[in-house]
């Protein structure tokens, strides 16, 4: 009795009439079918992706978030953190600063005092 061949490549397995995807450069050819199968998988295993947090949902902000979310300049708020008006924790190349310190009542009435002084 004579033993089938193993399959080498996906071509020995396909069924007639299957629609093909174009060749890889190994020249195999797999059954589209089989690739949107695979692909309908990898995609189940991945987990699921979680909306961006604006601003003003999150405990921290960057320096330019900071600046977006409280009107206030940029060079405004690095002058607040070198007076030590305001807190402020050196990341790398940034700065963060927690929202609840930014929006504080005691760090808005001096950001006012200040910009009042300025004006006069």
């Known amino acids: 009795m004579a ?3 193993y399959p080498t490549s996906p071509i020995a397995e396909r069924q007639p009439g299957d629609k093909l995807a174009k060749p890889d450069k190994g020249g195999a050819v797999a059954p589209v079918a089989l ?10 295993l991945e987990p699921p992706r979680a909306a961006p947090l604006s601003a003003a949902d999150k405990l921290t902000l960057s320096l330019v ?14 002058g607040a953190f070198h ?3 305001l807190k402020a924790a ?3 190349r940034g ?14 009435d ?4 200040c910009s009042t002084d300025a004006r006069s």
């Open 95 to 108: 700065w963060n600063i927690k929202r609840a310190d930014l929006m504080g009542q005691a760090f808005i």
């Open 90 to 92: 050196k990341r790398g």
């Open 65 to 78: 978030e900071a600046s977006a979310l409280s009107g206030l300049s940029r060079g405004y708020l690095l």
């Open 3 to 5: 033993q089938k061949p």
């Open 83 to 85: 007076a030590g008006n």
């Open 110 to 113: 001096r950001a006012r005092i």
């Open 35 to 44: 690739i949107e199968r695979l692909a309908t998988a990898i995609e189940a």
